[in-house]
């Protein structure tokens, strides 16, 4: 079982930028495994943002982000990351970073994810 520990959040105005991390924790790893980012807004359900492949050469994001978010990985650290730019205030959300075994070609599916952090909070102020 992997212990994905999400950091980075705050509190931002519009336009603004962020980095979080997701780092496994203690003895686990995030080897051979693909990692994603997913958010919740309060009243909403858990959404998809962007997942990136174990070695890292694929990466996928839900439409919304495209163009302003970037994931990214070192293997070496065990840690992904991901990049946020010109965020608006509809990205505030709880971010949970997920680690998932599955070697399908939809990364993007909830229920594919098996070890979830607890998040790291964005609110983005206009």
């Known amino acids: 079982q992997v212990q994905p520990v999400e950091s980075g959040g705050g509190l931002v105005q519009a336009g603004g930028s962020l980095r979080l991390a997701c780092a496994a924790s203690?003895?686990?790893?995030?080897?051979?495994?693909?990692v994603g980012w997913f958010r919740q807004a309060p009243g909403k359900e858990r959404e998809f943002v962007a997942a990136?492949?174990?070695?890292?050469?694929?990466?996928v994001y839900e439409d919304s982000v495209k163009g302003r978010f970037t994931i990214s990985r070192d293997n070496a650290k065990d840690t992904v990351y991901l990049y946020m730019n010109s965020l608006k205030s509809e990205d505030t959300a709880l971010y949970s970073c997920?680690?998932?075994?599955?070697?399908?070609?939809?990364?993007?599916?909830?229920?594919?994810?098996?070890?979830w952090g607890r998040g790291t909070q964005v609110t983005v102020s206009s």
């Open positions: 997920a680690v998932s075994s599955n070697s399908g070609t939809d990364y993007g599916r909830v229920h594919d994810y098996s070890d």
């Open positions: 990136i492949s174990w070695s890292g050469d694929y990466s």
């Open positions: 203690g003895r686990t790893t995030f080897k051979g495994k693909r």
